[in-house]
């Protein structure tokens, strides 16, 4: 198992860690349990209960150091035994699930069995591109699919519940876990929370290869000041509803069947102990039925934001809504279920009614995933050696991982490049096996991950000449170098000087047609507690870069990164970028699919890509201000809202992605200029595919409400098509929208729609300029 699991549970000891309908479905209900067909079962059961058994079923322990043959003796079994543990996560491989399976099932007095839990994030071990990375696909049924394979894998190996998707929309670039979620727009976001759930829980949980997702960290977690991990979030409840909840709502729609609560604040109350969220919004608005788990050492760190003590805050937790306690039990937490709950029912600060409900939600979600039927339903060891990191399943992430490639530029149309040229490779990220998967891949099979260097090779073949040289370290900085290759992502570091390591570049580059530069971050520069404020290249890679360009020979920069980054001065000296994410297993291949023209790139961004820091927030549906600037050029205007020293927008806008063919878009039109209740608009427009390639494009669709009872947003996405086109094609593609794709929050936070005139764009990113408008009529 990768040394993730291990490093995070010390660290954590020491620190105590063709979408046409554009219907976004904030009105509909979760019916997936509303009439539990397990009550009756659920509840003989609680009747044979004891408290502490009851107490017991929340108590998720984190055990990923349990060794096969040992579990019979270790503390952890006694637990079982004693019925203490309600499942147990990162623990890996059949025999030993099996294992302490087997001590539930048979030893503990109830023989309630266990569910096992891990965070199989962007794949298991056939890993895809970080989630960020194949946002930028807009796919559904690709993203879909990648969450059914990490399923298949992850089932075949004992685990049944997945803590995943990631929802969080995020705004800002700094905070270091936008590399494990969708993006900034709420639209896609949601469109993207559906299909990983439908993805990894299909439409039967009784099965063995599905399992359950938790939907994640509920909520806003996307938004804290400074960017900065787990630090306060504060905003309005207009925005929370319009922009930051539908993604985790969608979600709750799709019946996902669990949620883990965030770590930060909201409206004053950190969301592990906040009862307007766990259960007035979560349960009573939205109906969801499923259980909450907390994030890690959610209850304990009430304490540190000023909640209480160890039994206010496990009771706080209880109170507002909270079912599981994710690594409570630990020695080092004092405040956890396992150790306080008893005595909070005793003196009544805790009801037992309320105790009951929670211990009910996990029996539940044990019943729907049919553990009462067959505890071992995970654990066929056949499966496990046939099902996972296979050829297939690689096959599938090689594909998967040049969808999520986005060409940001390309002059001179120097991509693709030929099978015959002669290429200097350079970079401290062209050959590192480590640094391929992305953060959070606790699963993956690390040393069979493909370098760009062996990617190259294999698919340019034998016609080719590739020279490689590091051409710098990651940072000059040996003490940053280390906390960014953390948790077994080495990159290990080269002893030479700084100008040895150029010069060795250089040369290499003297002798070729073209300069591949692999740059950017490493893995663990994002993620989790991977936060940063000055959010460019590393220096020592910029000085690599300027060196390079002195050469004149064309340089493409293939960037590795976990968030939008500011790339001015690459953007000007580079003759290609093509970023490439995170790409998972596969990505040395996919990356020299790409840049060989086997694959034409068709990703979007996302994210928007900032000019400085300084920008940040910085996304494209922000609202319009009272003194918005008069030129389109962003030229400084005084009095106006803009800055003395970087124009307003970004350096690369939402939505964006270049192909290395050509789309052109004409004859927008609308199939009438009035919508009602009752009716809907056809939205068409023709595009061309005018290059030199066949290619595909994804076709955005924006709309602008302009004028409100409340500020409304510049634009506002509300539907996009993948569609692919042969070259010297026109394909027209439509769109269709209802009264529902209008609908907002409003300040009483009434879901409506307000009559009145639409601006609609339509094009190939955020700045879409065809234009047209509509009026919606009572
Ligand atoms: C992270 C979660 C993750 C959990 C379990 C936490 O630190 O915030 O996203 O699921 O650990 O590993």
Redo the contacts with the bound molecule.
């Keep these: 198992m990768n040394k993730l699991f291990k490093i995070?549970q010390a660290l954590f000891v020491i620190t105590v860690?063709l979408i046409v309908s554009c219907n976004q479905s904030q009105n509909k209900t979760n019916r997936n349990l509303v009439d539990n067909p397990f009550e009756k079962k659920v509840d003989s059961i609680l009747n044979l209960m004891t408290v502490e058994e009851k107490i017991g079923q929340l108590n998720l322990p984190?055990s990923g150091d349990i060794i096969t043959g040992q579990a019979q003796s270790s503390d952890i079994a006694k637990e079982i035994e004693e019925g203490k543990v309600g499942g147990l996560?990162?623990i890996k491989s059949v025999e030993k699930i099996k294992e302490v399976q087997k001590i539930a099932v048979e030893k503990s007095r109830l023989k309630i069995p266990l569910i096992f839990?891990?965070?199989v994030?962007h794949g298991y071990e056939t890993t895809f591109p970080i989630p960020l990375g194949l946002s930028c696909s807009w796919d559904m049924e690709l993203i879909k699919k990648t969450a059914k394979m990490a399923a298949q894998e992850a089932t075949a190996d004992g685990i049944n519940w997945t803590?995943?998707p990631?929802v969080d929309i995020s705004r800002d670039p700094r905070w270091g876990?936008v590399s494990?979620g969708s993006g900034e727009d709420t639209f896609l976001g949601s469109e993207i929370a559906k299909a990983m759930v439908k993805g990894y829980q299909g439409d039967d949980l009784t099965k063995n290869n599905t399992m359950m997702a938790?939907v994640?960290?509920f909520a806003l977690?996307g938004a804290p000041e400074g960017g900065r991990d787990y630090n306060t979030v504060d905003m309005s409840r207009m925005r929370m509803y319009n922009e930051y909840l539908p993604p985790y709502k969608a979600a709750v729609d799709a019946g996902v069947g669990s949620v883990?609560a965030?770590?930060n604040e909201i409206d004053g109350i950190p969301a592990t102990g906040n009862k307007w969220l766990l259960t007035d919004l979560l349960r009573n608005d939205w109906s969801f039925n499923g259980f909450v788990v907390t994030?890690?050492t959610g209850i304990y760190e009430m304490i540190h934001h000023g909640m209480g003590d160890k039994y206010d805050v496990a009771a706080l937790a209880l109170n507002a809504g909270v079912d599981m306690d994710?690594?409570g039990d630990s020695p080092v937490i004092p405040a956890a279920f396992i150790k306080t709950l008893k005595q909070s029912v005793e003196n009544g600060k805790v009801s037992m009614q309320n105790v009951d409900a929670a211990v009910k939600r996990m029996l539940t979600a044990k019943y729907q995933l049919g553990l009462f039927d067959n505890p071992y339903k995970y654990c066929d060891e056949n499966r496990a050696k046939t099902e996972v990191f296979t050829k297939e399943n690689r096959a599938f992430a090689r594909q998967v991982a040049s969808q999520s490639m986005v060409l940001l530029k390309n002059d001179n149309d120097i991509l693709p490049l030929k099978k015959s040229a002669k290429i200097a490779l350079v970079g401290p990220l062209a050959y590192t096996k480590e640094n391929m998967a992305g953060t959070?891949s606790?699963a993956t099979k690390q040393d069979e991950s493909i370098t760009l260097l062996e990617g190259i090779k294999d698919v340019a073949g034998k016609n080719a000449t590739v020279l490689y040289a590091k051409g710098s370290n990651l940072s000059y900085d040996k003490d940053f170098e280390k906390i960014a290759t953390m948790f077994g992502r080495e990159i290990p570091r080269d002893g030479r000087t700084d100008e040895q390591l150029r010069q060795e570049a250089v040369n290499i580059a003297a002798k070729s047609d073209v300069i591949i530069a692999a740059i950017g971050e490493s893995s663990e520069m994002s993620g989790?507690?991977s936060s940063r404020s000055d959010i460019s290249i590393p220096q020592a890679q910029k000085d690599l870069l300027k060196a390079l360009v002195k050469t004149g020979k064309p340089i493409v920069i293939v960037l590795f990164n976990g968030r939008a980054l500011v790339l001015n001065e690459e953007s000007k000296s580079a003759t290609a970028i093509l970023d490439v994410w995170f790409s998972g297993s596969e990505s040395g291949h996919a990356i020299a699919d790409v840049l060989f023209g086997d694959v034409n790139p068709s990703g979007k961004l996302t994210s928007t890509f900032p000019r400085s820091v300084g920008q940040i927030p910085l996304y494209y549906n922000h609202k319009n201000t009272g003194r918005p600037l008069g030129n389109k050029e962003g030229k400084f205007e005084k009095f106006k809202s803009n800055y003395m020293d970087v124009p307003n927008e970004p350096l690369y806008p939402f939505g964006f992605g270049l192909s290395y063919t050509k789309f052109d878009y004409s004859n927008l039109k609308l199939s009438a200029n009035q919508l009602n209740a009752d009716s809907n608009i056809e939205i068409y427009v023709d595009v061309t595919n005018s290059g030199e390639f066949d290619g595909k494009e994804i076709v955005q669709l924006y709309i602008r409400d302009l004028v409100g009872s409340v500020t409304r947003p510049v634009k506002e996405l509300k539907g996009f098509q993948k569609v692919e086109i042969k070259k010297g094609e026109t394909r027209t593609v439509s769109f269709k929208l209802t009264v529902e794709d209008l609908k907002f929050y409003n300040y009483n936070l009434d879901f409506v729609a307000e009559p009145g005139d639409f601006d609609v764009f339509v094009g190939a990113n955020s700045d879409a300029s065809l234009k047209s408008q509509f009026e919606l009529v009572e």
């Design positions: 995070k860690t984190v996560f990162n839990g891990m965070d994030i803590f995943s990631m876990r494990e938790c994640k960290h977690y883990m965030s770590f994030d890690y994710m690594a959070w606790v989790e507690s």
